[in-house]
């Protein structure tokens, strides 16, 4: 106390490991041990070789810094001295780390905890500082990475089309480039980046960058090097390895008129699910809503846009990396690739919309995680209500949402209730907590809320001003209220200002429910009826094979060309397992629900869908294991051990189970949350549920 030099107060030989690594949180909101205020990243080069065999990485990054403060300024921030800290994974061995510029070798010393107050903090690596005044410099860091990491998943054979290779995809958000990348790895930092990657044939390699060469020597060794000049967040940094080929999808003429030009597009996947996909005309629909979205948010600025279609080993519907999303091809409906495939089109127009929000606009922290997920929800109703040139596609989302945000709210109890505001507090838990329903449903509606006060126009003109200003930034939820005072005005701001805080700062929120009514959301209370052969209150006259012949050939029952009826099934059946969990199962009851499903299952064959529709089946196993079906007690173990998206596992776990199958759902339990098949936090977390739900229906 009372001193300008930080090293004359504290002894850091007497420092231990965990205060040296608490010392290093810098912002509670970063989840990260960089110091970006000391040292800042200015671009990056990878050079890696990728080994699908042994399933590891190995080689260098260059990493550029430039030192901002002078070296007294930083030394609490590391335990050799004044120094650089990064943040790495437990999976990562770094074994040298040199100054590209002098050569010198420079000391660095690895920190790693078992269990801290911030999971996703891991470990940091810490460097002797390599400058003794501020500037740039160059540093060269020699490492590997085992398939151990949470930031890359390995999908085994099992859990693909092909069956017989492993496919490598990346699992970096909101925070996780760590995992295989050293680096500041923080979405409150951007930077442009180069990576030149080997990996041997037939595998082929792809990243969220643009190709620059190519090259295969004589053994089958592949390099192929990439760039990205436009600054990038490390979770956004992305990398695929796997045996696939691509079709390339044409959009001449689309834009032209309006000055644009849809970029070069190309989807990817594995042989045997492209020889379905290509030649349906599924893919058509991409270059028209990306034409949609230029003429609204301005040109896209990612060169050419690819899309992997993951295998179903993948955890997740969808990813926005740039220039390559990820899209679970579980989303395709399989029976009928050229008819309407809403789903499908949903999720493609919420990840290109990330190219714009998320990706060019990204949020600084993982508590402002709604200003990518929110407004990309709230503008994908739009994409889609004029791709469909169907104002009903919108309505009937809006409603699922509201319907779905309520449910959420409600569940969200104890000291989870903490999660029910739009900007949680999360520096005591992962970031990836960030990412719930909550953002993605509670932050389109304040958006709709917004538009209700003032108007629509108001709302795009906001967000297409806040896009322009904060392109290329990281940015927090108050650079957002402070873009609501510039377009609406500051006195009509203040009128709502009370509303804007509830929304974002309470659980509570207030949504007009009149805003959310919808005839084809409403037609699910009929379908339920028919379905479930109850005559009450019945207000129209179709008959089970109207409704089985709208879900076969993915039309609507208002005739809209959406196909809204899967959707419609989906909410159905979910309803139906609320029904099933609320009731008092008696001996006759037990009887006429075996009977029905019976039923049901002869008309929609709900449990033949385990490869042409496995959301159908996830949700219809939910119920049906219940009752020992035997059709989907056959199926279920199977496709659960090939399905890995959480979406589906999930529904397992509040299937209400028949006490006299424990051992048999136990077994299926037990094979689809194998812990090998997710990596890192979520793999922890699944494998917590997964215990107790084995050992509670263990027999």
Wanted: include cysteine; glycine fraction near 6%; charged fraction near 25%.
């Amino acid at each position: 106390e009372g001193s300008d030099n930080i090293e004359s107060v504290i002894d850091w030989a007497e420092v231990d490991n965990k205060l040296i690594l608490d010392s290093l949180r810098i912002d509670h909101r970063d989840h990260t041990y960089a110091d970006i205020n000391s040292y800042r990243t200015l671009y990056q080069s990878l050079h890696l070789t990728v080994d699908m065999e042994d399933r590891t990485l190995s080689g260098f990054v260059e990493t550029t810094f430039v030192k901002i403060k002078p070296s007294w300024m930083m030394s609490k921030f590391s335990s050799v001295g004044p120094g650089l800290v990064l943040d790495i994974g437990p999976h990562v061995t770094v074994t040298e780390v040199e100054h590209v510029e002098t050569g010198e070798k420079l000391e660095f010393t690895t920190s790693c905890v078992d269990k801290h107050v911030v999971s996703v903090l891991q470990c940091a690596l810490q460097i002797n500082d390599p400058m003794s005044s501020v500037g740039q410099f160059k540093l060269r860091i020699h490492y590997s990475v085992t398939d151990k990491t949470s930031s890359l998943h390995f999908i085994p054979p099992l859990q693909t089309h092909s069956k017989d290779k492993y496919f490598l995809v990346s699992n970096t958000q909101p925070s996780n480039a760590r995992g295989w990348i050293p680096c500041q790895d923080t979405p409150a930092l951007k930077f442009p980046y180069h990576a030149t990657i080997r990996v041997k044939e037939p595998f082929t390699v792809l990243m969220s960058a643009i190709v620059t060469t190519t090259s295969t020597d004589e053994s089958g060794w592949a390099t192929v090097s990439f760039r990205q000049e436009i600054p990038t967040p490390p979770y956004l940094i992305a990398i695929t390895v796997a045996d696939i080929v691509s079709v390339d999808v044409r959009g001449e003429g689309l834009g032209t008129d309006a000055g644009l030009a849809v970029p070069p597009i190309r989807v990817w996947g594995e042989k045997s699910l492209m020889e379905k996909v290509g030649p349906s005309g599924i893919l058509d629909l991409i270059p028209r809503m990306m034409d949609i979205c230029e003429r609204k948010y301005g040109r896209y600025e990612w060169l050419r846009y690819d899309i992997v279609l993951n295998p179903p080993g993948y955890m997740f519907r969808g990813m926005e990396f740039p220039a390559m999303n990820y899209i679970s091809s579980t989303v395709l409906n399989f029976n009928d690739l050229a008819g309407p495939n809403y789903i499908f089109s949903n999720i493609i127009a919420h990840e290109m919309i990330h190219s714009w929000f998320g990706n060019l606009v990204t949020p600084k922290y993982a508590g402002d995680a709604w200003l990518a997920e929110g407004i990309t929800s709230f503008e994908e109703l739009e994409l889609m209500e004029e791709y469909y040139e169907n104002p009903e596609v919108g309505k009937f989302l809006r409603k699922d949402r509201y319907t779905s945000l309520k449910k959420t709210l409600e569940s969200y109890t104890g000291a989870s209730a903490k999660y029910k505001i739009l900007t949680p507090y999360l520096f005591e838990d992962h970031p990836f907590h960030g990412f719930t329903y909550i953002h993605y449903n509670k932050g389109s509606l304040f958006l709709e809320y917004l538009a209700n006060h003032t108007s629509r126009e108001k709302v795009d003109q906001g967000l297409r001003s806040y896009l322009d200003s904060h392109r290329y930034q990281s940015v927090d939820t108050a650079d957002f209220v402070h873009m609501l005072y510039q377009q609406f005005g500051v006195e009509s701001a203040k009128d709502i200002e009370r509303e804007i805080f509830v929304w974002l700062e309470r659980p509570s929120t207030k949504v007009p429910v009149k805003l959310y009514q919808s005839e084809i959301f409403e037609e699910c209370s009929e379908i339920y009826k028919i379905l479930t052969r109850s005559k009450r209150n019945r207000t129209v006259s179709w008959k089970l094979k109207d409704i089985a012949e709208a879900y076969d050939h993915r039309t609507g029952l208002l005739g809209d060309k959406a196909g809204h009826v899967h959707s419609q099934m989906m909410i159905v059946l979910e309803r139906m397992k609320t029904v099933i969990n609320r009731a008092n199962m008696t001996e006759t009851r037990l009887k006429n629900w075996k009977i029905l499903l019976n039923r049901l299952d002869k008309t929609f064959k709900f449990s033949q869908k385990t490869e042409s529709d496995p959301e159908m089946f996830a949700k219809w196993a939910s119920i049906a294991l219940r009752f020992n079906h035997t059709s989907t007690m056959s199926a279920a173990p199977v496709f659960f051990a090939e399905n890995a998206r959480l979406e589906l596992v999930f529904s397992l776990l509040d299937a209400p189970v028949d006490f006299r199958l424990r051992g048999v759902f136990a077994n299926i339990l037990r094979t689809s949350y194998d812990t090998s098949r997710y990596p890192g936090y979520i793999g922890s977390l699944l494998t917590s549920y997964a215990e107790y739900f084995i050992g509670f229906y263990e027999p």
